[in-house]
């Protein structure tokens, strides 16, 4: 598990998601969370996947099981319940 320890002996896993939280405050969306064309247009050169490349829609379903299992909606957003778990109940996100 990721986070800062603190001094009570757990760790907290807020800095897992303050990235996240910043960058949906300054409007990053689903629509921005894609990486460079060249993974979809270009074959891996070798490994197991040789020759295929990684398609739209898998990048698709693999973002929305992401977002999942982070507690963020398909938008990339945290769930209240997901910022409530962070102590950050009272953080309203656009």
Request: proline share 11%; charged share 30%.
């Amino acid at each position: 598990m990721r986070g800062h320890y603190r001094p009570h002996g757990r760790l907290h896993p807020l800095p897992c998601h303050r990235h996240n939280i910043f960058n949906v405050r300054e409007g990053f969306r689903r629509k921005d969370d894609i990486p460079p064309p060249a993974i979809f247009d270009r074959p891996l050169p070798e490994g197991a996947a040789a020759g295929k490349n990684f398609t739209r829609e898998e990048y698709d379903a693999a973002l929305s099981e992401y977002y999942r299992l982070r507690g963020w909606d398909e938008e990339g957003i945290p769930t209240q319940e997901k910022l409530a778990e962070l102590g950050l109940a009272e953080l309203r996100v656009p």
